[in-house]
């Protein structure tokens, strides 16, 4: 597919459907440079907090995003799959096809869990997906489909994301944290204020049909990361539990079913972007310092 020209900015206009955690970080950061963001929500309580921050806001399912599209030239999409596909291409494809030729970009946030299991090892953009989830498998068939449209999409497969209000600091102080530990286990993660820069990076210089890794520098033991914020709370670092002795909900055992190592080289490269929060660290000392650290 063509590169895709840059929009004029005093026509940018992003449709985030599924306005969320991560799209209203990237919100943050670009309309004081005059985008206009219209998001879409699920009620009408948090369509009424997303308006009092400056969002147009729509609460969708259930609106006609037939005049948000015509507005939009660029579009982010954070709304996850479900048992029959993809939500906002079986409901709004024809609308966005009939307006594909206005979007400059289109941007699907999808996970690092379509690589599936690599024992630890290191995975890029070029490694085939491999899910071994259901989640990971219906991220992959999403990504298909999105990829068949024609629309200038980008695909950000995000690792595991924390931020204000998303660190561990609450439930090491509640005593709910817990340092499960198994052999060789390592995760990705991300603070949300990259993946906020990555995206306005990318939708700066769109390249349709790209995929992006987005995570720190540093893959690292999920135990690490809660001794390190026990540690910079100044409390005792909770007492270490093996893994087969664990009381894990499902979904929290589905994850330990998966290690590996994500490279964010690519997205360094292309977008030329310089991470503020290069490790879990760095990114927790700073959390500290806000009023609602999580």
């Not at 219906?138 to 209000?165: C, D, M, N, S």
């Not at 906020?196 to 987005?214: C, D, F, Q």
């Not at 809660?226 to 670092?237: D, Y």
Request: charged share 25%.
């Amino acid at each position: 597919m063509a590169r895709a020209g840059p929009v004029p900015e005093m026509a940018r206009v992003l449709l985030s459907i599924g306005h969320g955690y991560t799209a209203r970080a990237l919100a943050r950061i670009i309309m004081p440079d005059g985008w206009r963001v219209i998001g879409t929500t699920r009620s009408d309580e948090s369509a009424g907090t997303l308006l009092s921050s400056g969002i147009d806001a729509l609460v969708w399912p259930g609106s006609d995003l037939c005049d948000a599209i015509g507005q939009a030239t660029h579009v982010l999409v954070s709304v996850p799959p479900g048992v029959e596909g993809d939500p906002v291409l079986q409901g709004e494809r024809d609308q966005l096809l009939a307006h594909g030729k206005r979007l400059g970009w289109v941007g699907y946030l999808s996970t690092t869990g379509v690589y599936g299991d690599h024992g630890g090892g290191w995975v890029d953009e070029s490694t085939p997906p491999s899910p071994s989830t259901e989640r990971g498998r219906r991220r992959v068939q999403a990504e298909a489909a999105w990829a068949k449209t024609g629309l200038p999409v980008h695909v950000f497969r995000l690792a595991g994301i924390y931020g204000p209000g998303r660190g561990p600091f609450r439930k090491v102080l509640d005593g709910r944290a817990r340092r499960v530990i198994k052999a060789g286990q390592v995760f990705s993660r991300i603070h949300v204020s990259d993946i906020a820069r990555i995206l306005k990076a990318s939708m700066e210089r769109p390249e349709p049909g790209t995929i992006y890794n987005v995570c720190d520098d540093e893959p690292a033991p999920p135990e690490d990361v809660i001794a390190c914020a026990a540690r910079l709370l100044g409390v005792p670092v909770p007492e270490a539990i093996p893994f087969d002795l664990a009381e894990l909900s499902p979904m929290a055992r589905s994850f330990y079913a998966e290690s590996k190592r994500v490279s964010n080289r690519k997205v360094k490269a292309e977008l030329g972007v310089t991470l503020e929060f290069p490790d879990f660290r760095s990114g927790l000392a700073a959390l500290l310092q806000q009023a609602d650290p999580g």
